[in-house]
């Protein structure tokens, strides 16, 4: 890190006081670096210094943010802040009153003009939060993100969890709507089962935001922000083929049938599966996304299938219930497992070389952008955004483990473009990166 730091001197007697005012704050920042800290806070870090010598010290401090190391800063210069920023936290009078990326902020800015503290006004009112199932890590990170953010925004919030249950997802949102809700995050229970709802919702003049799951018609929701299934579920499968030797024989744990995630993540699988005829599928069970259900299911396709090399989950719930039941049976060390969604367990499990893979979400971030979009919606009557969203997936192995963590990863732009097996153009990458400021 020290290394980084590079000062044009006299020589090295030269006294400090002598240096420009950008060596200064160079020296600064480079003692600062010599207490290996996990968090570096700043106060204006480029005030009063030439335009050459801001650019060196935004380089050093984005250097330190793909090591690993948390920068904040603050600043009065909003253009300094979104061309030097991975994330901004936007303050007035004391309070925060908004939270976005680099992208959602230069629209606010622009549509805001001179007067850009309106751009960035507080919300009001209730918003209900209604998930599946806030006892899978994934629900409950989804719905921690999305009441985290609304509340920092100035909503209050109700959170409710439909369980994948159509009627109950239905009796949620009556309920959300007889209590005066503003809008409404909404992780639907069925593509073509919740158009009704949405519909429901809209009619009523409530917006509704959809993350992490789709429905089947468009125009109807305000946003509906998903991840690249099928771009995850191939990076999962080619991992894990490979790592089978493309050979042996292998069983499939499916999700909610009522979930397009699950048929999608399937057909992924097979379309990539299907490059490896030696590849034999020999069973499927459906296990609904649940731990438990993924042990039992697994329990009975080895009683069938006792000889079995290979296990392929649509979630890491399934896979991790699959993976108990291997190691009740002794069977772990001659299976391989990859499971899909990337929570902790399911990282701390390919690390540990129980799984030789899994397949992260970006939920985090998909909670954080249907939130904002909702407040700018709120605001302005738009999002800013097209209707449909995707995000890519990003393939998690013991060789990168490490960088992940609650379903975030803290890695270079050029880790996400490889991880994500496609081109990542830099504004994307600076905005999905893990290590945010």
């Keep these: 890190?020290?290394?980084?730091?590079?000062?044009?001197?006299?020589?090295?007697?030269?006294p400090i006081t002598s240096l420009s005012g950008g060596n200064q704050q160079k020296v600064s920042i480079g003692k600062m670096l010599m207490t290996d800290p996990k968090?570096?806070?700043?106060d204006e870090p480029a005030r009063g210094v030439d335009v050459g010598a801001k650019g060196e010290i935004f380089s050093l401090l984005f250097k330190q943010a793909e090591r690993g190391l948390a920068v904040l800063y603050a600043t009065s210069e909003l253009n300094e802040a979104l061309e030097s920023s991975h994330r901004i936290v936007v303050m007035s009078k004391g309070r925060i009153v908004g939270q976005f990326d680099p992208s959602t902020?230069?629209?606010?800015?622009?549509?805001?003009?001179?007067?850009?503290?309106?751009?960035f006004q507080q919300g009001s009112g209730t918003v209900a939060i209604i998930s599946a199932h806030p006892s899978n890590p994934y629900w409950q990170a989804e719905i921690d993100t999305a009441q985290a953010t609304a509340e920092a925004l100035g909503y209050d919030t109700i959170v409710d969890a439909h369980e994948n249950d159509v009627e109950v997802q239905g009796r949620l949102v009556d309920e959300a709507m007889s209590k005066g809700?503003?809008?409404?995050?909404?992780?639907?229970?069925?593509?073509?089962?919740?158009?009704?709802?949405?519909?429901?919702?809209?009619d009523a003049g409530i917006p509704v935001f959809l993350v992490n799951a789709e429905i089947s018609e468009q125009g109807i929701a305000k946003c509906q922000v998903v991840s690249n299934n099928a771009q995850g579920a191939r990076l999962g499968a080619q991992e894990w083929a490979e790592a089978m030797g493309g050979e042996g024989t292998y069983v499939e744990l499916l999700g909610n049938p009522t979930?397009?995630?699950s048929r999608v993540r399937s057909d992924a699988y097979a379309e990539v599966l299907s490059r490896f005829p030696d590849l034999m599928k020999v069973g499927e069970e459906t296990a609904n996304w649940d731990r438990t259900q993924g042990k039992e299911k697994m329990e009975l396709l080895l009683r069938a299938h006792p000889?079995?090399?290979g296990v392929i989950a649509g979630n890491d719930e399934m896979a991790l219930g699959a993976i108990q039941a291997l190691k009740d049976a002794g069977r772990l060390e001659d299976v391989t497992v990859c499971g899909f969604d990337g929570?902790?367990?399911?990282?701390?499990?390919?690390?540990?070389?129980?799984m030789v893979a899994t397949v992260l979400q970006p939920i985090v971030r998909g909670s954080q952008i249907a939130v904002e979009q909702m407040h700018r919606y709120l605001l302005t009557g738009e999002t800013g955004a097209p209707e449909k969203q995707i995000l890519d997936c990003a393939l998690v192995t013991p060789a990168n483990a490490d960088?992940?963590?609650?379903?975030?990863?803290?890695?270079?732009?050029?880790?996400i473009m490889a991880a994500s097996g496609e081109q990542v153009d830099d504004r994307a990458a600076s905005i999905e990166e893990g290590v945010t400021l």
């Design 343 to 354: 929570n902790q367990d399911a990282v701390d499990a390919v690390a540990g070389g129980e």
């Design 39 to 42: 968090v570096l806070l700043l």
């Design 403 to 415: 960088k992940f963590r609650n379903f975030s990863w803290r890695v270079t732009r050029q880790d």
């Design 307 to 309: 000889d079995l090399s």
């Design 1 to 14: 890190q020290i290394s980084d730091v590079h000062i044009k001197t006299a020589g090295p007697q030269m």
């Design 105 to 119: 902020g230069v629209q606010l800015s622009a549509a805001g003009g001179d007067d850009v503290d309106s751009s």
């Design 259 to 261: 979930d397009n995630n």
């Design 181 to 202: 809700v503003v809008a409404i995050i909404l992780d639907p229970a069925g593509a073509e089962e919740s158009v009704g709802v949405v519909q429901k919702a809209t």
